[in-house]
């Protein structure tokens, strides 16, 4: 195991068999990680699926998922770690086609962290939840050591109803599929990112932090056959579609010419050399739908605020090699590759 | 708010408005900060209730908790931050009467934990999961840079399935009730104190981490009439019966004679000044029966390992002053106070 693991790191320092960052941006070190480690000591039916959250059986049917939030900074133009760890968790629980219910929330603050900030990320926390209509109804709190945290890292589980009978995963894609995107991306990472650097911006770039379980609720009532759904956090669309295209066996040819990319985060990707399609979102996803209905699900995602800007980005190709292309302004076709880390870390 | 809560803290730390250690002990102060800035913010039916997990309503009722684990060292006699995760979500699943099915793990790794050192927690994860019954379904796994984390801190949640008809929680406490506890106490504190210290005893004093589930659901399926259950962990036996003379609005009488606590335990409490009643536990417990199931409830307790060791301690006496007095070997009776803060940070 250990050899095999080493091996399959590229970088000295994996070679020195610790951790490093990479290992938790959402790229190809993380699935390595998990693939490696994680996944053979917990094999279940559920994490088999390699789904965010985990469908559970039962007389109805819940699904269930967790998610760590350690965000830096804790506050940022459109939010701050409290509405993340809130619609974060609300998220996956709808790319499970859940309507979700109930959160825990569990706290792990740095000894030293003012009241004031634990009360203001509280308030955002309370307010994300009557939003996105979930209870709080369990919770945890541990306090360690200054200089043995970041201030305050939270932590959510949370619990959903399946009311429907659909497989949304990526076992459901289907050759002529069409793939459509809620937004334009790169919004959330682009926000930290501004943060971080100090930089400035015509007007200040918002994150798209937001709850996206109503629109998909929509779409299963009114009978849509959603064939899968990912939220697109960390690794940005790219990889998002990248894991699709690994998981379902097929090609999935988009273009790159019909992705919305807001001007300032586009200004903000070419200063610093990224790939807006790379960039983290946290209120933004895919949705793939058969062709058919691909008409009737813009129009339902396009009544709901967080997915106003909804359009089709491309579709699933016939051919079986698991990969993803995405066509340029100029008719050229790149292959898109899961990079090895996140572009920036800690950015949920 | 500002006002109420600095006055509520006695120290000019707590004064100042920040976070101190004492604010993650599960005591006094602990208490403070749920029922001042955190209760408020999330207030729901299944929190008011302050139990450790929430049972949620629907066809079949589920049993809801989280909890996220800080242990310092991540390795101790008798156990580690793994089985502690796995045991203390079992646990907590356990004290709601519910059947512990499924787990989510989230991981927030510090940049440069070796990878064996992960290798060997989710190990212990799997055992313990193995152990207890159940399957690990979903998780998360977030990585922060040097030096704003300590290695490593595990969150898990769990859902259980609640499938009896019964009220467990200290408002079904009744007078009269027998007062059992399950084991002896203070072997989880005492053995990270141990480690710790660098302090050696005769033998090593190991933690009495396992999981309660199974003892519990035995006295369920023999018709035994739970009234309460609570695991012994953060503040000890002692800090469990006040909660619970402070929920029930009841008086509890222990005897201090009949609470085991083994050799090496009371020597290191003898040698470093800490009372073991307050010392944390994590496989124990306190049930609350009626006097007149109390042989019974003993004998089932007894069939199993984790519990082998269990005996009545005392009694809920027919006032209704909410408080625990104990009586000691000499027949003097003390009133048990909740401390301010845990003895020892960080011992989960």
Redesign the interface.
Known sequence: ??DT?TMACPSPIASR?????????GGRM?QQ??EQ??YP??S?T??DRRH???V?P???R?A???????V?PLFFPGGDIGTLAINGTVNDLAMCGARP??L?????????????T??AV??S??EA?AQAGV???????????R????GL?V?T?G?G?VEHGLDISPAAVRPGDAVLVSGDVGRHGAAILAVRAGVEFESTIKSDCGPLAQPVLSLIEAGIEVHCLRDLTRGGLATGLIEIAEHSGLHIAIDEERIGVEQNVRGACELLGLDPLYLANEGRMVIFVPQAQEARTLEILRQHPISAGAGKIGHVSGDSVPMVTARSSIGTRRILDMQSGEQL??IC
Chains 1, 2 share one sequence.
């Not at 825990?104 to 004031?116: C, K, M, Q, T």
């Not at 200089?147 to 970041?150: A, F, H």
């Open positions: 195991m250990a693991f068999e610790r951790v490093v960052m990479a290992h938790g941006g993380m990680l998990l480690l994680v000591a917990f279940s559920q994490l965010d959250g985990a559970l039962g007389g109805s819940v269930f998922t967790t998610d760590s939030y350690v830096h219910q109930w825990s929330v569990a706290f792990i603050i740095e000894e030293g962290l003012p009241l004031e634990l009360r509280l308030q926390m309370h939840a209870s709080i109804v369990t919770g945890d709190t541990k306090v360690v050591d200089g043995k945290g970041d890292f932590n589980a619990i109803l870390p800690r």
